[in-house]
């Protein structure tokens, strides 16, 4: 009878993905080179970077994008297809990663709830609109993005000369006034997930830091629960484009068998990582190098 409580406390650990993961590898040793076309040897390349990945996305906010898309391009795997790869692959990641940061509080409900609708609409605006818009003009708007992102990234590091913002429950959440001032923001930052499949964590960690005043951690750990809803209704509208003809499923999907399972570890990781004083202290500091990585790699 003793046993069930320790099953449903076993999850907070991390022993406990990790054990998980492991009988994971274990069991489908078995179908590689067989019934899966891949090596063990690159499923573990795979799974490796996976939990990097994962581990960074989860600790600093940032979409798993500018990670991912040119390590599946090494892979062989065409840009178009890496992209929804990638897109499929953050839903597991994120998911246990967002629970995790939900249930141990960081996550600002109230901002989450007024937030996410708004991020429905922006991807689904954005989702469409790819149907349409010529590839002359995704590049325009790409650049677009890369410029606000670059504005927010020059006022993030600003910021650090400020005093750091201590994590406080009890504080008084955003008004609803607040709320709408940000709708714009949501709704853009979306729409570019649904147009070019880039996450819209990257610019509502620092709307969020600068103008409604959270700490990184709480704004890294809302923004990640927003963008979790956003790209799995991103995927429910690819498999209803699917399903009517409109486009295919990507080359190269069995590699999600390394990738979901590494990033789901990886979450784990990263949402720990918050716990040892030195990485809290230098959270904004990674958020601000991999911004800037980003937007390198979106340039070129």
Not at 67 to 86: D, H, Y
Request: net charge positive; with cysteine; proline share 5%.
């Amino acid at each position: 009878m003793k046993i069930w409580p320790l099953l449903l406390k076993a999850p907070q650990y991390l022993g406990f993905w990790m054990l998980v993961d492991i009988a994971y590898i274990f069991f489908l040793s078995f179908f590689l080179n067989a019934v899966i076309p891949l090596s063990f040897s690159k499923f573990i390349f795979v799974h490796l970077l996976a939990i990097g990945v994962g581990s960074m996305v989860m600790f600093t906010g940032l979409g798993a994008g500018i990670l991912w898309i040119p390590v599946l391009t090494f892979l062989e795997i065409r840009p178009s297809e890496a992209v929804a790869i990638s897109i499929f692959t953050q839903i597991a990641g994120k998911g246990t990663g967002s629970l995790t940061y939900f249930f141990n509080g960081l996550v600002d409900v109230k901002t989450a709830v007024a937030f996410i609708p708004m991020a429905l609409i922006g991807v689904t605006l954005g989702f469409l609109s790819s149907f349409y818009i010529s590839r002359g003009y995704e590049q325009l708007l790409l650049y677009i993005f890369v410029l606000i992102a670059a504005y927010l990234l020059i006022r993030t590091i600003q910021s650090l000369r400020g005093p750091v913002p201590v994590i406080d429950p009890s504080r008084v959440i955003p008004s609803p006034i607040i709320h709408a001032k940000s709708y714009p923001v949501v709704i853009l930052s979306s729409f570019f997930t649904g147009l070019l499949s880039i996450g819209n964590s990257d610019w509502l960690i620092p709307h969020m830091t600068l103008k409604l005043k959270m700490a990184t951690s709480r704004a890294v750990a809302t923004s990640l629960l927003i963008m979790f809803v956003t790209i799995l209704f991103y995927l429910c509208l690819t498999c209803i484009s699917v399903w009517l003809g409109f486009a295919s499923w990507p080359h190269g999907t069995y590699l999600l068998f390394a990738t979901c399972s590494g990033v789901i570890v990886g979450g784990q990781i990263g949402t720990r990582l918050i716990r040892i004083p030195w990485f809290e202290r230098y959270q904004k500091h990674t958020f601000i190098v991999l911004l800037g990585l980003s937007i390198i790699h979106l340039l070129y």
